[in-house]
Every structure is written in structure tokens, then in C-alpha cells.
């Protein structure tokens, strides 16, 4: 009740002010206490409409949420002490890579041991409209923005828009980041076909829309990149990279799924300066994951094929194709094991390269895995190289999502 | 005539569209439908019997969270590994964090187990914000309930008195089996048990069973054999006779401890759905509650 016990304060005191003027003014009676009548009137109108403010609030401060019940404990933001810039501090990974390579194989320059990347990442919520995540990435070949990019996650008529330096969206294996292959080398189809070693990493952006239908989930995604990668090199602000992709996925149980997807992407060629080239990929994915023994087992396989056309000179083109399948099975709560399959094209000339791989890996936590994979590659050049490859992959900081 | 009204009625359609509820696990949805009825549609990503720390952010999740009026989350990181990418990917400005359709259920109840002091992954896969697996204190469940009436009747103002009423019945209920429970578990209070993973402080708390072990030596890390054979002599120790287990872990070696200690491997639901019986809130504390006291009296004979 004190704002009220105020509210009389202080307009007895401004009546109190006012009063000798008025009655200086108004010699009148009547008309004075006509005039105390209508303040009298007035404050009471102002009275009410405090109480019934004031019972609201009581009313809403009943209806709120208790309070934390006796014994809770809700933690505070750590960092809430030390000031606001380290409270929306951005979620901090560094992920380590260490590789190695035993055996002959003259036609790869993957040395005997190496830290062949870190990773670090920062991620985090820009405002209520988007979030932005960078990944820089130190390699023996230098430092690079692997990613950096703004999502747009409350645009209408659902989209979902990507802007700055991204993997681009063809096919399942080139929008992985290294650490999380179920393999210590990118498939020889990619490889040859759509970016090496790194894959295709670009400036642009990527806008993807949810196509609503009764059978499954369908994302249509269009990109258009600045055209700096392996594949696709522009020379001139006209010439774009643009690439379409269409997925589709269905659970066909509880504990299965299939997830199929096509490619295509257009751009000026990076290995034939001054012409055009394309590629087109279709990829399939079939997961296995029994709920109840979702920690011990699964089984995933995955197929790619990858078509490319690059013109040599005027009028000459060249039409290469690969593909690769694989199946990775996880026998034990931290052991998997897997084999792939490998053939490829290349992209300029008629040579064909083909392979097979069989991995075993072990998952010591969430944060780190040891890997062996025996890889045997048989070139177009009539060599053949029998390899032992090694990785060690380890992360500290914040907690990312399980790769699916 | 018939066609005439049925045409009518396709083209208004219904008077008033149920809140889409999506809630994270199957315990949130059993409370959010007890306390929404027939005024809202409610979906559970994860099912009461997998691991909810590993669930696949699988796009039909995604088709689910982008037509969400509400998203309820355990959170406390529960979720941490499959839920953000979900959310980004949702398109749905409603349910991103922070929004006004985003609710986290954790915001009022009691959280055990908040860790103090340095924090590093060389104590297992913990979570900074305490261990998220509260909703396993009726207590909590109820005060989930009332967080969950509050933000639908903001959601749905119209609705208020229904979600009010609804609450009240579930808190009238919830009420009496507590002190059915309670009347259950009181024999055994003090009783000593070894659970696999750190899903059940607050179950245990609130029935009073004391956790002197476990069988993962750090949380999320697997059982190994130095701390089995630790965990054995403890047990003896202690005379521990029983080992609850959720039905996503191996039994093996639990089982192999109690034949060293004798006693039980006991399966308990660890979240709705999680046994057959466990088809609600209320349902699932009834058969975890009736499954405990079974076994105590197998194993201590009171």
C-alpha cells in the first residue's frame, strides 16, 4: 500500500500549495468548493486506478512460477562475475589431427607422420536471427578459414540461408570436415573429381528450403560460390559457381533410414582455364541404429558417384565418372570397423584409378579415436601401392554435435 | 444438405488449433499432455529406452521441430550433442533459444550434482550445469508440470482455466501416489545400491537409497576391469545386493559382478517408455518403484 500512502503525500502537499492561490483567485465559495469537489473527484479516480493496478500485480506475482524450491541448486553462468564479454563468449573447440603413412605409393606425397590439421572452432548464437560458426583450420600448408559463415534461422516461408565461406553442398563427403570421416582419406572419386585431399571449401551462399510432402523429408538447396576451389576457378565477377542439391530422407523403422541425394554444379573450370565444367553426384546413405543398443551397435553405408565434364579444347570434351561404397559397422561400445570400395576417372584425361580400404578404429571417449586403415590403390599409371595409415584424432572444449 | 455442412466445415475448419508440442524425451511429452489434454498435439524425439545422450539428429526430427508451437528440452546439456543442429535446421524462428517457444523444463527444479571447482573431461563426460537426469524426482515432475501450465496458458491464453484444471487433477494425483510410493520405499530407506550411470540421484534421493558405486568408473566412460574388481570389493563390503541398470547398457558385467557378490541386476525405466508398463509420468515411477521394492524384499528379506 505505500505508493498509495505516497500518492496522499503528495497531493495533499500539492494541494496544500495550490490552495492559497486558488482562493486568491476565486473569491468565490461555491466555486471554490466546487473546484475542492472536483479534485476531491479526481483523486479518487487516480486512487482506484492505482488499487486495481496494484492487485493485478499481486494477482501476477501469485500466478508466476515458484520459486526455486529449498535445497535447488541453479547454477549461475560461471563467468556472469567476471562481466558480460565472457558470458556470450562464443562454444570453443580445437581438434587435432595427427596422421601417418607406411608403404610405398609414389604418386602421394602423404608423409610418414604428420599433424596434418587443427581445427578450431567458434561457435555461437549473432542475435535472434541467426547464429555464425568459423573453423580455421593450421596445416602444413598454412592457415586457412575453412568455414565462416551466418545462419539465418528465422527467415519466412522456411528457409534457411548460409552466407560466407562454407563446404559446399555436393554429395555427403565433401560437406564432412576431416575429423569426422569414417576414414583417414576422402574416397578416390573425390579426390579426383571434386576438390583432393580438402575438398570444396568457398565463399558464397547457400539458401535451402524444406519442400513439404507427405513421404519423407525433402531439402532443395541452391548455392552460387565465388569460384576459388580445385574445381571451379573464376577469372571474373560474372563467372559464378552455382550448385543444386536435392535429399531426400525417410526413417524406414525406428531404426533404419535411407537417405538418398543428387548434385550438380556448374562453374568455370579450374583445371581447363576458359571453359566451363560440371559435375553431377548422386549419393545414398543407409543407416542402421537398433534404439536400445544405439551405443553398441550401427551400421552405416554409404555409396557416391560422381560424373565429370571438363572441355579440353573448343569443342573436345572429357567425361569422367567414379563412384565408391562403403560399409562401416560398429561391433563394441568404442570399436568400428569398415571396408570401402573405390574407382575412379580422372578428370582430364581417359585414366582410371581404383582402390579398397579395410579400417578399424577405436573410440577411446567421445573426444578422441585411434584409427588403422589398409589401403590398397592401383593407378592408372600401372602402379600399384599397399599402405598402412594411421590417425589420431583428439578434441578439447566444447561439446559439438554427433556427426549424422 | 449434409454435403452443403460437411463442405462448410472443411472450409472453416477447426475453431482453435492444438499447440504443436515437441518435448525432447517421452517424459516431458507424458507431462505436457497431462497438463494440455486435448488443446495441444505432442511429439517425443527420444524414446524412453535409448540413450538420451546419443540420439541421431535425423531430419524427421527436423520436419517435427519446424512445425513446433513449443519445443520443451531437458536441458543441462542433456542434449547437447544432437539438438542444436535440430534447432538451426528447423527454419522455425518459434523454438530457436530463447524464443518464446522454447522452453527449458530445467528452469525450476532441484539439480543435484552440480559440479564445484575445475571442471576437465578427465572426470568423464560431465555436465557443468549438474546432472540432468531430475526428472526422475516426482517432485520435479511436478514443478515441470506447473512450468509447462504457465507457458501454455502463455501461448494459449484462452485455454488458461483448462490448463489450470488439468494441472490441478495431475498434482491431485501425482500427490497420492507419492505417499503410495513413499509408503512402498520407507522398509528400505538407507539401503545401499550400485547403479551403472549417474541417471538416478534424484530417484534415489527422493526414496531414500543410498548410491555407493558405480559401475562406469567416470560418466560415459565403459566399465573397466581394475574398477569392476574395486567396485566388487566395495560391494562386499558394503553387503550391496543390488545394481540398477537402464535397458541400454549392457548387462554383462553387472552380471558378472553380482555373481561375485551375489544379488540383483535390476532394469529399471529410466524415462517413460522405458519398459512396457512405464506408459505415463505417473506410470513410470509406479513400476520402478514396485520393481526396487521387489527386488529389496528378494535381496534383504524385509
Not at chain 1, 93 to 108: E, H, K, R, T
Not at chain 2, 108 to 113: A, D, G, M, Q, T
Not at chain 2, 206 to 212: D, E, K, P, Q, Y
Not at chain 2, 271 to 289: N, Q
Amino acid at each position: 500500500m505505500q505508493p498509495i500512502r505516497l500518492l496522499y503525500v503528495c497531493l495533499v502537499t500539492a494541494f496544500c500549495l495550490t490552495a492559497p492561490a486558488v482562493a486568491s483567485a476565486q473569491d468565490d465559495p461555491q466555486a471554490l468548493r466546487k473546484e475542492v469537489d472536483q479534485l476531491k473527484a479526481d483523486f479518487e479516480t487516480l486512487r482506484q486506478g492505482y488499487a486495481e493496478r496494484l492487485a493485478a500485480l499481486e494477482a501476477r506475482l501469485a500466478a508466476m512460477p515458484a520459486a526455486a524450491p529449498e535445497g535447488a541448486q541453479v547454477p549461475q553462468a560461471p563467468a556472469a562475475a567476471a562481466g558480460s564479454s565472457k558470458v556470450f563468449n562464443p562454444d570453443i573447440s580445437v581438434i587435432g589431427n595427427f596422421a601417418g603413412a607406411a608403404g610405398d605409393n609414389p604418386l602421394s606425397d602423404q608423409p610418414a607422420l604428420s599433424l596434418s590439421e587443427v581445427e578450431a572452432a567458434f561457435q555461437a548464437v549473432v542475435d535472434p536471427y541467426a547464429r555464425a560458426d568459423f573453423f580455421l583450420s593450421a596445416s602444413p600448408e598454412g592457415l586457412e578459414v575453412e568455414e565462416a559463415n551466418i545462419t539465418f534461422t528465422s527467415l519466412p516461408a522456411g528457409l534457411l540461408l548460409k552466407v560466407g565461406k562454407m563446404r559446399a553442398q555436393f554429395g555427403k563427403v565433401n560437406a564432412m570436415h576431416t575429423h569426422i570421416l569414417p576414414w583417414t582419406d576422402r574416397p578416390l572419386v573425390l579426390h579426383n573429381l571434386f576438390g583432393g585431399d580438402e575438398g570444396v571449401s568457398d565463399s558464397g551462399a547457400s539458401l535451402s528450403k524444406l519442400i513439404p510432402n507427405r513421404f519423407m523429408f525433402l531439402d532443395a538447396i541452391g548455392e552460387v560460390y565465388l569460384g576459388a576451389s580445385d574445381v571451379f576457378h573464376s577469372e571474373a565477377r560474372s563467372e559464378l559457381n552455382y550448385l543444386g542439391r536435392l535429399r531426400g530422407y525417410r526413417d524406414l523403422t525406428e531404426g533404419t533410414n535411407l537417405d538418398l541425394g543428387v548434385s550438380f554444379a556448374h562453374g568455370p573450370s579450374a583445371l581447363s582455364p576458359g571453359f566451363d565444367a560440371q559435375r553431377i553426384g548422386m549419393d545414398a546413405t543407409f543407416r542402421y541404429r537398433p534404439l536400445r543398443r544405439a551405443i553398441y551397435r550401427q551400421l552405416v553405408g554409404r555409396a557416391e558417384g560422381v560424373w565429370s565434364r571438363e572441355e579440353l579444347v573448343s569443342g573436345l570434351q572429357q567425361h569422367s565418372s567414379g563412384f565408391y561404397g562403403s560399409v562401416d559397422y560398429q561391433f563394441a561400445r568404442r570399436w568400428f570397423a569398415g571396408v570401402r570400395g573405390d574407382r575412379s576417372g580422372r578428370p582430364l584425361d581417359d585414366l582410371h584409378d581404383s582402390g579398397g580400404s579395410l579400417s578399424l578404429t577405436f573410440r577411446p571417449s567421445e573426444f578422441s579415436l585411434i584409427r588403422g586403415q589398409y589401403r590398397r590403390t592401383h593407378y592408372g599409371e600401372d602402379v600399384t601401392a599397399d599402405e598402412l595409415l594411421f590417425q589420431l584424432n583428439f578434441s578439447i572444449g566444447a561439446h559439438g554435435a554427433h556427426p549424422f | 444438405m449434409l454435403l452443403t455442412s460437411a463442405l462448410i466445415g472443411l472450409a472453416v475448419g477447426p475453431c482453435q488449433a492444438a499447440v504443436r508440442v515437441v518435448a525432447t524425451t517421452e517424459d516431458l511429452a507424458s507431462l505436457a499432455r497431462e497438463v494440455g489434454g486435448d488443446k495441444v498435439t505432442v511429439v517425443g524425439l527420444a524414446k524412453g529406452y535409448q540413450d538420451p545422450h546419443f540420439v541421431d539428429p535425423k531430419p524427421s526430427f527436423i520436419l517435427e521441430v519446424s512445425r513446433a508451437d513449443l519445443l520443451i528440452v531437458v536441458g543441462r546439456e542433456l542434449e547437447i550433442g544432437w539438438l542444436p543442429p535440430l534447432i538451426t535446421s528447423s527454419r522455425n524462428s518459434k523454438i530457436q533459444v530463447g524464443g518464446n517457444g522454447y522452453l527449458d523444463a530445467s528452469a525450476n527444479v532441484k539439480i543435484l550434482e552440480i559440479p564445484t571447482g575445475q571442471i576437465t573431461r578427465a572426470m568423464g563426460d560431465v555436465h557443468p550445469q549438474g546432472n540432468p537426469h531430475y526428472w526422475l524426482d516426482p517432485a520435479n515432475g511436478r514443478r515441470i508440470a506447473q512450468t509447462i501450465k504457465d507457458k501454455l496458458s502463455q501461448l494459449s491464453p484462452a485455454d488458461r482455466a483448462y490448463f489450470d484444471q488439468r494441472y490441478a487433477d495431475f498434482d491431485k494425483r501425482l500427490a497420492a501416489a507419492e505417499s503410495r510410493w513413499d509408503a512402498a520405499m520407507a522398509p528400505y530407506k538407507g539401503t545401499k545400491v550400485v547403479t551403472y550411470h549417474r541417471s538416478w540421484p534424484n530417484f534415489m534421493e527422493r526414496f531414500g537409497l543410498n548410491v555407493m558405486g558405480y559401475v562406469e568408473p567416470k560418466p560415459g566412460i565403459p566399465p573397466t576391469t581394475s574398477h569392476t574388481v574395486d567396485l566388487i570389493d566395495e560391494m562386499k563390503k558394503g553387503a550391496v545386493k543390488l545394481i540398477v541398470v537402464e535397458p541400454y547398457f549392457d548387462l554383462k558385467t553387472p552380471q558378472a559382478i553380482t555373481k561375485q557378490t551375489g544379488g540383483e541386476v535390476l532394469v529399471l525405466a529410466p524415462s517413460v517408455g522405458g519398459s512396457k508398463e512405464a506408459t505415463d509420468y505417473i506410470g513410470l515411477f509406479d513400476y520402478d518403484v514396485s520393481t526396487v521394492v521387489a527386488a529389496l524384499k528378494r535381496t534383504t528379506g524385509k
